[in-house]
């Protein structure tokens, strides 16, 4: 069982910036993508950025250019820095690993809320 622990959400005002930790119980390398996701009340959840352990990595449009998604093997670490965040970025983030071998694995989420 593979198991992903996100951290770093928090209130922050509009502007400001947050980064997300999602930390993996084994390496990163062993999936197929890592990815972070968001879902904010009454809405489906959306993809917010994907990290293919080979390729290029994918934003959300809303997000390109204020977001990054990056890595730390040694850690088996993925983090998402969120800057010049805005209101409608309000929602809990989740973290997502994919493996063609194993399946598709969530972590508990974290709560990110920008106020304007």
């Known amino acids: 069982q593979v198991q992903l622990v996100e951290s770093g959400g928090g209130l922050v005002q509009a502007g400001g910036s947050l980064r997300l930790s999602c930390a993996a119980s084994?390496?990163?390398?062993?999936?197929?993508?890592m990815g972070w996701y968001r879902q904010a009340p009454g809405k489906q959840r959306e993809l917010v950025a994907l990290?293919?352990?080979?390729?290029?990595?994918n934003y959300a449009d809303s997000v390109k250019g204020r977001f990054t998604i990056s890595r730390d093997s040694a850690k088996n670490t993925v983090y998402l820095q969120m800057n010049s965040l805005k209101p409608e970025d309000t929602a809990v983030y989740y973290c997502?690993?994919?493996?063609?071998?194993?399946?598709?694995?969530w972590g508990q989420g974290t709560q990110v809320t920008v106020s304007s």
């Open positions: 997502r690993a994919q493996s063609t071998a194993w399946g598709t694995f």
């Open positions: 084994r390496s990163i390398f062993s999936f197929n993508a």
């Open positions: 990290m293919p352990t080979f390729g290029s990595t």
